[in-house]
């Protein structure tokens, strides 16, 4: 699986996070993550990051700086389960209005240095992300 997505962060230096629905279960389910998701057979790299974070935030972007590739493999029962490589770019905001929908139950703006108040609830490849980004 190909995996896009954006670090966003706003003007007044707060980054955005978003939690998938309880319903959705899956690997990052109950964590915060930063919005994305799986790229579409056709899609470029840009189309796929910019149609996640509408489907899922509601906001508009312009993809700023891209960041360093990385992979998950997640194992069970000595078998590959989950094979993710994530593609992700640092995005600002263009417009639109953050309401969650799609597969997103909630969103949350957080300052950058109070990142480490819920950093044990944020996913650890969003923390590799968030690392890679230069947020944290």
Known sequence: MVAVGAVIEDDKGRILLVKHKPERGGF???KWICPGGEL???ETIGEGIKREVKEETGLEIELVKPLS?????VKSA?????????IDYIVKLVGGELKVNSDVGEALWVKKDELDRIWEDIHEDAKKLL?????V
Do not use: P, T
């Open 69 to 73: 590739a990385f992979d998950r493999i």
């Open 40 to 42: 579409e057979l056709g």
């Open 28 to 30: 990052w389910q109950g």
């Open 78 to 86: 000595g078998e590959v389960s989950l094979h993710v490589v994530y």
């Open 131 to 135: 690392k890679l980004a230069g947020m």
